[in-house]
């Protein structure tokens, strides 16, 4: 199995492992079941055909999360309607088998309706970290195993190899297409049997891939990041499942000033500036821009400011997922120092990560970090450049403004 004359270099086992096969498996590919999760796009497609063309019994699964009858024609949509017709056409044209799964109902209740609660609670969610957390990570292992296979593949674009103590995350070759923001919560038990063949592929190759293997997909459009929303606004789908959130109230400057009125918190987010409807309102004072500093939800108010206000100097974080060496509680005393993600689109940054008391963590960054929102993620790596390991992450519950003199909470949990 090559591209221009290279292996699928997602898990080569090191000669030490003794592996018989490319996914660092101790048996031939042809024994070897692979589960690999179609979602009808491009790159699981070409997944699902470079481990057939390798020889592997390839079993393909498609999820289906969401009333398709709303995305059916719908471009940039995943794991619904056309979707689901498009993998059932690249498993017919590979010759392997195809099972489609209901998974609407755990979908709308782990991923839909907690997205809508946060986002009505003035948070940031990240619905695709929730999605492959709760029940493409949970699910889909269960019925991988339930079909005996070995391992379970996925399009994401991310690497996994052995390391001292199992099996590790590293960042995707192609550093534009890295999906290790959305894959912080992935756990060690599932890591060991999770590959992610495309981890050494750039997003060009794939697609001429698709193209030899003869994929109608080949030339398909990415999916967007939040598939469940049809008409591409999401305040369309928390008004209809929390009502209360688009209750109105005051747009309200850091110094105690009422400036205006909105429509509702959902309609705005940390670090907005455009939109905001205060031209009037700050008239004379057109040399300081505004953006969005936070939000109260319970108060139904938009507090703005200048840029400087936005920049956060550490966050402290809830759910934390360690699948570095060693376990979090065991990091030194005065911190790891650790690059730090806060956003998707965003490089990694300098940072000190410190355990806290109850299994959460703070992130002291080394310069501030702008626009950061509780709910978002905060995903830690190594200190190994592009292709660093992903250390873990965990979900922001506050944030520090930059002009605190200390942090929130101190090494040991308490309170400064």
């Not at 019994?57 to 999360?65: F, H, R």
């Not at 689901?84 to 991923?111: C, K, M, Q, S």
């Not at 109105?248 to 907005?272: C, F, K, M, N, S």
């Amino acid at each position: 199995m090559t591209t221009e004359g290279a292996p699928i270099p997602d898990s080569r086992a090191s000669a030490s492992n003794r592996a018989s096969n490319s996914l660092g498996l101790p048996k031939p590919a042809h024994d070897t079941r692979v589960v690999v999760a179609m979602s009808g796009g491009v790159d699981s497609s070409v997944v699902a055909a470079l481990l057939a063309e390798e020889g592997y019994d390839v079993v393909g699964v498609t999820l289906q999360l969401y009333d398709h009858g709303a995305a059916a024609h719908r471009k940039g949509s995943c794991c619904a309607g056309q979707d689901i017709h498009d993998a059932r056409r690249v498993a017919a044209r590979l010759g392997i088998p195809h099972y489609v799964l209901d998974f609407e109902t755990r979908f709308r209740e782990t991923v839909i309706d907690t997205f809508a609660q946060s986002y009505a609670s003035g948070e940031t969610p990240v619905p695709c970290v929730a999605c492959n957390q709760f029940v493409k990570f949970v699910d889909l292992f269960e019925t991988a195993k339930d079909l005996g296979a070995d391992a379970l593949a996925t399009g994401h674009y991310i690497s996994s190899r052995a390391t001292r103590g199992g099996r590790g995350l590293f960042r995707a070759m192609d550093a534009a297409r890295d999906q290790s923001y959305f894959l912080f919560a992935t756990t060690r038990a599932q890591l060991d049997m999770l590959r992610f063949p495309l981890g050494e592929y750039a997003k060009p190759q794939v697609r001429e891939l698709a193209r030899r293997f003869d994929l109608d997909v080949a030339e398909k459009p990415d999916s967007q990041d939040i598939c469940f929303v049809p008409s591409g606004h999401y305040t369309d789908i928390v008004e209809r499942l929390s009502p209360g959130a688009a209750a109105p109230g005051e747009i309200v400057h850091i110094d105690g000033r009422v400036l205006g009125r909105h429509a509702g918190v959902i309609h705005y987010t940390i670090g907005q500036r455009r939109g905001l409807g205060l031209g009037a309102a700050v008239a004379g004072r057109a040399s300081e821009p505004l953006y969005v500093v936070r939000l109260d939800a319970a108060r139904a108010r938009v507090i703005v400011g200048p840029r400087e206000a936005l920049e956060t100097r550490s966050v402290r974080l809830r759910d934390v997922n360690w699948i570095g060496e060693g376990e979090l509680s065991d990091l030194p005393a005065g911190g790891l120092p650790i690059e730090a993600r806060v956003r998707s689109t965003r490089p990694p940054v300098p940072a000190r990560l410190l355990p806290l008391a109850g299994g959460g963590a703070q992130v002291l960054f080394e310069t501030g970090e702008f626009g950061v929102s509780p709910g978002q993620a905060c995903v830690f790596y190594d200190r190994d450049g592009a292709r660093a390991r992903v250390l873990g992450g965990g979900f922001i519950a506050a944030a520090e403004a930059a002009d605190r003199p200390e942090p929130i909470l101190a090494a040991g949990g308490e309170a400064t």
